[in-house]
């Protein structure tokens, strides 16, 4: 896991866990050396880092899951679960959000059971749970899509009991 990109080439006839596992990173996510570079730079890959000159590549770290889609608060529940059933990567970069809304919806999706967070080593690491992997994706839409209804109409409520008290 400390070797740079451009010594990889070098040394890959060396069987060494560290290598080993920078190399089974690429074939996993079937995509060129230059788009895995891309997304550890972009911090799209939890447990991978790049630190002066030196990519570091957690055997725990998937790739991203890049159809993330930002466009409503469902979306992104949705996103987050989907992306936990497929074994892929999620995080608030991936989903171009800021870290502290990503980890409200994170937390909302592990009080309904959907997905668990775990930390190793200073990184959370999300997963799906039985629940999220017993259900369908459209049925899983329909649970986060309730949550995105009642948090609304706790919104509304807070609202309205706001203006009511003035």
Avoid: H
């Avoid at 400390?2 to 990889?8: F, Q, V």
């Avoid at 730079?41 to 998937?62: M, P, Q, W």
């Avoid at 668990?116 to 899983?140: L, V």
């Amino acid at each position: 896991m400390l070797y740079s990109w451009d010594c990889l080439n070098k040394i890959c006839s060396i069987k060494n866990n560290r290598l080993s596992v920078q190399i089974e990173f690429i074939k996993l996510s079937g995509k060129k050396e230059k788009t895995v570079v891309s997304w550890i730079k972009s911090g799209l890959v939890n447990g991978a880092s790049f630190t002066d000159g030196v990519y570091i590549i957690s055997d725990l770290a998937r790739p991203p899951y890049m159809r993330a889609s930002s466009k409503n608060s469902a979306a992104i529940r949705k996103g987050i679960v989907v992306g936990c059933k497929r074994r892929l990567s999620v995080n608030a970069k991936v989903f171009r959000i800021p870290e502290e809304e990503f980890q409200v919806y994170v937390n909302q999706l592990i009080i309904e059971k959907l997905v668990e967070k775990r930390s190793i080593d200073g990184t959370d690491y999300y997963y799906s749970t039985q629940k999220a992997d017993g259900i369908s994706e459209k049925k899983a839409y329909r649970i986060i899509k309730g949550l995105t209804e009642a948090a609304v109409g706790a919104a509304a409520g807070v609202a309205t009991e706001k203006m009511m008290g003035q």
